[in-house]
């Protein structure tokens, strides 16, 4: 008994002390940022950042899996998303949909998405119930109960309910066929769950497999943000993740291997209804550094308000097009712009595609003025604040710097790295990248 | 059933992860092969952190302009709004969508300048611009980085109180409306909504008549200009700000810009409330591309200013507010009819309106239709248990907060609280309200207003009414744009 009781002591000297030296507690008040934070790391490899706000009774609890689709291998289409469905369907000790249950019945809101490079889980709730959310989110890192029944049916109910979309939305389909030509790397460029086909040929092998290696700690980061008290989180963190064991390192996801065309690609589709029109999208790999800054104040050039160059030359001066939008897609080193253009009728695709590329090439010719520039840069800063403000946006954007692979501390000069860009610099960019080999084009239009 | 704890057995961990772990299953005592307090959920902090919203600090200038300004400290991001207190509802019958054009209007011109120096103006300085009509107010909203505020209450002031309407401007602004009340006729949900309003507020000013897109065709420069002069007022407006300013240093800026906007108020009275629906009346609306029918069941309540408001909201919440409520459980998870069903309400200025609303499979519509007015009916039979009534109010309480974390959600609470003249209860007094609440008040709001059997409104494809309509009749089948085409009717019976 009391060799015994000595070995318990001296575990417990021994580990208490760990425990408050799992990782270095470094406090980040970055000067171009609206919120500080904290970042440290558990003994299991778990990532955790802390973002203290108490301007509201509320709290953000985020984890983020480096679990996306570019961790599925071919054949796997699917997989990703399925285990991030999976994820709700129960736990050792919380029943299956309990999870959702537990947060509304406070009256939080959760959700989940999966991307390319990470599957995201966050709740945000009364900040009082900091500890039910950890408690949940620890239950399914630690022991999630997948079984044979809640595979099939996840499944099933996720491939009816995608087919249901592509029926009622006609554009849907074109999104990711799309993706595969601008993206000409199976791995990077296959949908989330394309036509449901290959997510019902998955083995509950692979699933536990893909669940095994890639919902672990050691491949995860927990970001809390919100009305916390510092300390009282930390014990809490301890508290509900420290005893997960970690997993093996996960593998790096590989570089795109892409085959690059000679010339423009260029494909026709049609679609069972809507309207004609066309995707157009420009490929950046590999970027350099600083030049992910100059495509952020291009997409606010070209996409940006009423007066970015494409929406006012087709909507406005043109009338060649009835909708038009566009977003930067940003998967792990490839960045590509996209634009996405319902034609006013099927014979103003071409000019619109034209008048979209004289617009770049105006670029590439004449510097951007320095009104055109302040105003981009103006939108962008406000845009970028506005994310910031709640718990959530705090909590995904150091979630997606974290799954991008940036330091965190790097995050303080990255909106005045946005801002400095210079219409030199812009000019060189543009020339450099938007050439035919990059560009991609799918047309479409009603049987 | 197999049951697989999955975990990585294949991991190696570090040997200081391993004793950090001993010493956790040491410190859980006997509980077995996981820590004690992993099995149960663990009870909130003891200190509830109450929501306290800042004042909305509130003058009214000589002009009848009302200015209200709330400090949120660590927002960069202002939001300007000028509130008119006017909306949908206001437009005259025979030029439905009337205010929302006017709106709309708003900053495509002046006597001095055009609508691309506008546009160009207002985003020079990084700021977003927008229009929002409901059924009794509009709201134009300017969101700008704090260091503009100034010029954007200059802009302000220049497009709203020197517009003009002309032909040009009115015609793009006619067709984007056109090209979006087009578009929206394809969305279900929409069209279930517009129907449910059409139905319920027949000859009523919250009817909402601009459910085909052609009625946007006849309004005309003049139409606009009579609104605009009719409403756009000072005393009928207000001017807000909401962001991390000084409050009193704006408003006085804002009074030295609009002190000289002149005109008084319209004669307004709000509409009387309609007589709540209390027959079977089943429409549908056909909607060619759905993928899946959607359902609505609805009928009229009462106004936010009404002393039954709050124990409605518990009420609303107990039928269908989240995946755990009544709706959700009986259509979705118990008899498998929906893919989700949940529960709405819309309040105006007179009156309001809750639903519910579903999406099934079109063979389940009759059994999902016929389930929906059970769970309403039964609801209105008696009070619900107290332990209910409590995980509604919790639900609500808890939720409170998430609607003012960000600049768009304060800001149109604001608008709201403002432009409806409401009391302190329904600006951050929520809280206390519905804590008040309990099970034989719900019941009593339960009585009130489920008795009445409400409306029930079905979105689907025009070939699924011939199968899957059997044992619903009579029904009236309405097109995308509202128009009246049949009425089925029972077997045996005359047309």
Same mark, same amino acid.
């Given at each position: 008994m009391q060799k015994a009781a000595r070995i318990f002591i001296a575990l417990a000297v021994l580990a208490v002390p760990a425990s408050r030296a799992a990782g270095q507690l470094d406090t980040v008040t970055p000067a171009s940022l609206p919120f500080s934070f904290q970042e440290y790391r558990l003994r299991n490899g778990l990532r955790v950042v802390l973002s203290a706000d108490d301007r509201l009774p509320l709290v953000t609890v985020a984890v983020g899996y480096s679990a996306g689709t570019l961790r599925e291998r071919p054949g796997q289409e699917g997989l990703a998303f399925l285990l991030e469905n999976l994820m709700f369907q129960g736990s050792e000790n919380i029943s299956p949909l309990q999870h959702i249950a537990f947060i509304q019945k406070v009256g939080g809101e959760l959700n989940a998405t999966t991307t390319a490079d990470k599957a995201l889980f966050y709740e945000t709730l009364p900040s009082n119930q900091l500890a039910l959310a950890l408690w949940l989110e620890s239950d399914r890192m630690k022991s999630l109960a997948i079984t044979p029944a809640a595979i099939l049916r996840t499944r099933s109910e996720l491939v009816s309910e995608h087919r249901a979309r592509l029926r009622s939305d006609p554009y849907l389909s074109t999104f990711a066929l799309f993706d595969t030509l601008l993206f000409p790397d199976d791995l990077y460029g296959?949908? &989330?769950?394309?036509?449901g086909l290959r997510m019902d040929g998955l083995t509950e092998t692979e699933i536990l497999e893909f669940h095994r290696t890639y919902y672990v700690p050691n491949n995860a980061v927990l970001c809390i943000a919100g009305n916390i008290d510092t300390a009282r989180t930390r014990e809490l963190v301890a508290r509900y993740f420290d005893s997960i064991p970690p997993g093996l390192d996960s593998p790096i996801p590989p570089r795109p291997a892409f085959k690059r065309e000679n010339d423009a690609v260029v494909r026709d589709v049609r679609i069972p209804a809507g309207s004609a029109g066309f995707h157009m999208g420009f490929r950046f790999f590999p970027l350099q550094r600083g030049e992910a800054d100059c495509l952020r104040i291009l997409e606010y050039i070209l996409? +940006?308000? +009423?007066? !970015?160059r494409l929406r006012s030359r087709l909507l406005k001066r043109d009338l060649t097009a009835r909708y038009l939008t566009g977003a930067l897609d940003e998967r792990l080193s490839v960045a590509t712009l996209k634009v996405f253009c319902l034609a006013t009728n099927a014979v103003m695709i071409a000019r619109s595609e034209k008048a979209i590329l004289s617009e770049i090439d105006r670029l590439k010719t004449n510097a951007v003025s320095p009104e055109e520039l302040g105003r981009a840069r103006r939108r962008y800063k406000g845009d970028h604040l506005e994310r910031l403000s709640t718990n959530l946006g705090r909590a995904r954007y150091l979630v997606d710097a974290w799954s991008s692979g940036? !330091? &965190?501390?790097? &995050?303080?000069g990255e909106l005045n790295g946005v801002l400095g860009v210079t219409p030199q610099a812009l000019t060189s960019f543009v020339s450099r990248y938007f050439i035919p080999q990059n560009r991609v084009v799918l047309r479409f239009a009603p049987q | 059933m197999k049951l697989l704890i999955v975990r990585d057995r294949s991991a190696v961990p570090d040997a200081c992860f391993w004793l950090a772990a001993a010493l956790g299953l040491i410190l859980a005592g006997? *509980?077995? *092969?996981? #820590?004690?307090?992993?099995?149960t959920p663990p009870l909130p902090d003891a200190q509830r952190l109450e929501l306290k919203l800042p004042a909305v600090e509130t003058t009214v200038l000589a002009n009848g302009l009302t200015v209200a300004t709330a400090r949120r400290p660590g927002s960069p991001v202002v939001t300007l709004q000028l509130v008119i207190r006017a909306g949908e509802a206001d437009s005259p019958p025979d030029r439905p969508g009337l205010a929302a054009l006017t709106a709309r209007m708003i900053g495509k011109g002046t006597r001095q300048l055009s609508a691309d120096y506008i546009e160009n103006m207002i985003e020079s300085l990084g700021a977003v611009f927008k229009a929002s009509v409901f059924m009794d107010y509009t709201v134009l909203t300017m969101d700008v980085l704090a260091e503009y505020l100034d010029r954007a209450v200059y802009v302000l002031r220049l497009i709203t109180l020197e517009a003009t309407f002309g032909e040009r401007e009115l015609g793009a602004v006619r067709r984007a409306a056109f090209w979006e009340l087009y578009e929206s006729k394809k969305d279900p949900e929409v069209l279930g909504w517009r129907q449910l309003l059409a139905v319920l507020f027949e000859k009523h000013p919250y009817r909402l008549a601009t459910q085909n897109e052609d009625v946007i065709k006849f309004i005309t420069p003049r139409d606009v200009a009579d609104f605009y002069g009719r409403f756009y007022r000072p005393a009928n407006a207000a001017v807000l700000v909401s962001g991390d300013v000084d409050g009193p240093a704006i408003a006085q800026k804002i009074g030295s810009h609009f002190s000289a906007w002149s005109g008084a108020a319209p004669a307004q009275a709000p509409p009387p409330p309609p007589a709540a629906n209390d027959r079977e009346r089943i429409c549908y609306v056909e909607a060619p591309e759905a993928g899946a029918a959607t359902i609505f069941a609805g009928n009229v309540i009462m106004a936010s200013s009404a002393p039954d408001f709050f124990p409605f909201l518990v009420l609303k919440q107990i039928l269908g507010g989240t995946t755990g409520s009544r709706l959700f459980m009986s259509l979705r998870e118990t008899k498998g009819l929906a893919t989700f069903a949940f529960s709405e309400m819309e309040v105006f200025r007179s009156c309001g309106v809750y639903w519910a609303r579903a999406q099934v499979r079109p063979e389940a519509i009759v059994p999902a239709v016929r389930e929906t007015e059970r769970v309403i009916g039964g609801l209105a039979a008696g009070p619900p248990p107290p332990f209910e009534v409590e995980e509604a109010k919790s639900y609500l309480i808890g939720s409170l907060p998430l609607r003012f974390e960000s600049a768009e959600g304060f800001a149109e609470w604001m608008a709201r609280y403002v432009a409806l003249g409401l009391g302190q209860a329904q600006w951050d007094g929520g809280t206390e309200a519905i804590k008040q609440v309990n099970a034989e008040m719900v019941g009593e709001t339960a009585r009130k207003y489920l008795s009445a059997r409400p409306v029930v409104i079905v979105v689907g494809r025009p070939e699924w009414i011939g199968p899957y /309509?059997?044992? /619903? #009749?009579?029904v009236e089948i309405y097109d995308a744009s509202g128009q009246l085409k049949s009425t089925t009717r029972k077997q045996g019976e005359g047309r």
């Open positions: 296959h949908p &989330l769950i394309g036509d996409l +940006e308000g +009423e007066t !970015s940036k !330091s &965190l501390a790097a &995050l303080d | 006997p *509980a077995g *092969a996981q #820590e004690r307090f992993r099995r /309509l059997g044992g /619903l #009749e009579p």
